[in-house]
């Protein structure tokens, strides 16, 4: 008898298989693939052009820094924020292909004006695109990934797609962070090697939107979606979180999200300062900075395939309690930081790195579980809204007290909601565990 769908075996005797729901192909699951490898490798450098900018082509000054990265960050969740649910229903609507395909044009626009810069309210509005770009081109990224796969290889699917965000990031940050530096060493100066450097990656956002147009899979995922007005779908986003262990699901993305944002906006910032006050140039800090960011998402890759393997051995409540525990030691042990380039604090950006990614997995393989198929576009929606508050509070706070306290301090805010989430966790498992049924699913 042939089987209705497509399996993937990525090792042999289908020790680590991931079954395909019907009528997705592997040209489909290797296009999400692509698109995981480089969305969200794309989408990090923004921190290091938005420093790269303000540093040189701006020559804002180093205590007002942390402040401004906050507040763009901030600008940029807003319209997140107001962009998440409609892009959802949107996708539900006509298709996942092309709100994916637009967002990376979007961002490639962004990274396109963005050394064209003259002043911080140019830079703003070109970050409001890069936002309505990255909103776009990520909703699709985790609502295909949560359509493809059926429940049971649904971890590994997460896994796989994980490793493949945290290699692209970084890929980024190896080669594509360095152009500034080669371009400098090519004799164009500091702010040309910059302009170079952003435009090479506007290059690689408009590759990534053909290829997802063209290879993802027509249509969307289920039939009765059509007939379910956009506002019936919003309420039964929001009605989902009458049940405890949506509720989690929305408090996961919370933290998981402003986790690697955190990482991503003052790790690189935190480095590329400290880079400065050595005397270097700005593209000679950055490219010290991005060891350190390398470092940690170099761990965070690593541990991806061991983290998916344990989430999908263990209840998917407890795996949330244990994974935002080990999230909430790496971001807390960031206060014994001195020297952020030194090498003996570097196991310590091992344990963030790792500690991050069990967060983003436990957010992820519970949205999975806990969202029906009609309804995983609103929940997916809330799900992102969650995550973009988590990102707004703790960068717009993060960044004034990087500025006023110490470069670590958003990174110990972060840890005691990880604390927080890790709790309550442990409450929902007490008072709603998971059904053998939602397992199954």
Not at 265 to 283: E, H, I, P, Q, S
Not at 284 to 299: E, I, N, P
Request: proline share 3%.
């Amino acid at each position: 008898v042939s089987k209705s769908f497509q399996t993937l075996n990525f090792l042999p005797a289908g020790k680590f298989k991931i079954d395909l729901v019907p009528g997705v192909t592997k040209t489909n699951f290797f296009t999400i693939g692509y698109g995981a490898l480089t969305t969200i490798g794309l989408l990090t450098f923004i921190s290091y052009s938005t420093n790269y900018v303000l540093l040189e082509n701006l020559a804002y000054e180093r205590g007002q820094i942390g402040t401004i990265v906050g507040n763009l960050q901030v600008i940029a969740e807003i319209v997140l924020i107001s962009i998440f649910l409609p892009i959802g229903l949107i996708a539900d609507k006509i298709g996942r292909r092309q709100v994916y395909s637009f967002g990376m044009l979007a961002m490639g626009l962004a990274y396109f004006l963005y050394p064209l810069a003259t002043g911080i309210g140019e830079l703003t509005v070109y970050r409001v695109i890069y936002a309505i770009g990255m909103g776009s081109a990520t909703g699709m990224l985790g609502t295909v990934t949560a359509d493809y796969p059926q429940n049971h290889t649904r971890g590994k699917m997460i896994a796989v797609t994980g490793i493949l965000n945290a290699t692209g990031v970084i890929i980024v940050s190896l080669f594509f962070a360095r152009l500034p530096k080669n371009f400098a060493d090519m004799g164009f100066d500091q702010i040309t090697a910059g302009k170079y450097a952003m435009w090479v990656v506007a290059g690689m956002c408009v590759i990534t939107a053909l290829v997802v147009a063209f290879g993802l899979q027509k249509g969307t995922p289920t039939e009765e979606q059509k007939k379910i007005p956009y506002l019936q779908q919003l309420k039964s986003g929001w009605a989902e979180g009458r049940n405890p262990r949506i509720q989690l699901v929305y408090a996961s993305a919370f933290v998981a999200r402003a986790d690697l944002v955190i990482i991503g906006t003052f790790l690189v910032l935190w480095g590329t300062m400290a880079g400065k006050d050595m005397g270097m140039t700005t593209a000679d800090a950055q490219s010290a900075a991005r060891l350190v960011f390398v470092t940690s998402s170099m761990s965070a890759l690593l541990a991806s395939p061991i983290i998916g393997y344990l989430i999908d051995k263990v209840d998917r409540i407890k795996a949330v309690s244990v994974c935002m525990a080990i999230a909430a030691a790496g971001y807390l042990s960031m206060f014994f930081v001195d020297d952020v380039l030194a090498a003996e604090v570097r196991p310590l950006f091992v344990l963030l790195g790792v500690g991050h990614q069990c967060a983003f997995f436990a957010a992820t393989t519970l949205l999975g579980q806990e969202a029906p198929k009609v309804k995983r576009g609103a929940i997916v929606g809330v799900f992102n809204l969650a995550g973009a508050a988590g990102i707004l509070i703790s960068t717009g706070i993060g960044g004034k007290i990087y500025d006023s306290i110490d470069p670590s301090a958003p990174f110990i805010l972060i840890g005691f909601c990880n604390v927080a989430v890790s709790l309550f966790a442990l409450y929902v498992n007490r008072i709603a565990p998971s059904s053998s049924q939602t397992q199954q699913q």
